[in-house]
């Protein structure tokens, strides 16, 4: 069964601390996605990678960066965890053009809060 | 540019009541459409979709037709049940050479027993 796994379903960090999530496909898929999800805003998209070592900023990428070192595996960080980043966190991955048929998988999301 | 509108929520309906939940779209060309279910506290999961003007595309009792005259594609069941309880998103794919999909905001499904 194809998958994107995140490795946390659940995080708390304190306010200052760097924080990785981790997001990985087995789908060898080209284009992997970071999205926000927070009540009444919808999915935000934070930024994206259309395959190793290249990203693009999506709608709300301040105060977040991400690393795609090898192409199954699509890290973000945020630099110096703010309460105002508490959040669901979903990462996706598509192949390389999904909008044909194929659409996004998804993550089961990692729910992160910063106190 | 491409764009999603969604039926505004929540919505509240019965165990067994027909439901409908709208969804409109802006697009060039012949997108794809694909609508997505999240249940609480997971991440979203395909639950249908349709590549062409008149598919219909269906999948555990919803279905949807791409209506390209009216520029719709809205979700339809005939008859909830409590485990349908979740948010439903509407999504469009360009048939270009966008690498990303387009959502609308979500609507929030509750079904009482």
């Known amino acids: 069964d194809v998958k994107v796994t995140q490795s946390s379903r659940y995080l708390v960090k304190r306010t200052g601390e760097k924080v990785f999530l981790e997001c990985v496909q087995d789908?060898?898929?080209?284009?992997m996605f970071w999205y926000r999800q927070d009540p009444g805003l919808g999915l935000r998209l934070i930024y994206f990678?259309?395959?190793?070592?290249?990203?693009e900023k999506g709608d709300i990428p301040e105060g977040y960066s991400v690393s795609r070192e090898k192409k199954e595996r699509f890290s973000l960080i945020l630099e110096s965890a703010s309460t105002n980043q508490t959040s669901m966190y979903l990462c996706?991955?598509?192949?390389?053009?999904?909008?044909?048929?194929?659409?996004?998988?998804f993550g089961s999301g990692t729910r992160l809060t910063v106190v | 540019g491409n764009s999603v509108t969604q039926m505004e929520g929540p919505v509240t309906l019965s165990e067994e009541a027909f439901l409908t939940i709208n969804c409109t779209y802006t697009?060039?060309?012949?997108?794809?459409l694909f609508w997505y279910v999240q249940y609480p506290g997971e991440g979203l999961q395909l639950l249908l979709k349709?590549?062409?003007?008149?598919d219909k595309g269906s999948n555990k009792g919803f279905e949807a037709t791409y209506r390209k005259e009216t520029t719709s594609f809205h979700l339809e069941k005939g008859s909830v049940q409590v485990s349908d309880s979740a948010v439903y998103f509407c999504?469009?794919?360009?048939?270009?050479?966008?690498?990303?999909?387009?959502f609308g905001s979500g609507t929030q499904l509750t079904v009482l027993p």
């Open positions: 349709a590549t062409k003007a008149d």
């Open positions: 697009a060039t060309g012949y997108p794809s």
């Open positions: 789908m060898d898929h080209e284009n």
């Open positions: 990678s259309y395959d190793v070592k290249m990203k």
């Open positions: 999504a469009l794919g360009s048939s270009g050479s966008a690498r990303q999909l387009t």
């Open positions: 996706a991955s598509s192949p390389q053009l999904p909008g044909t048929d194929y659409g996004y998988t």
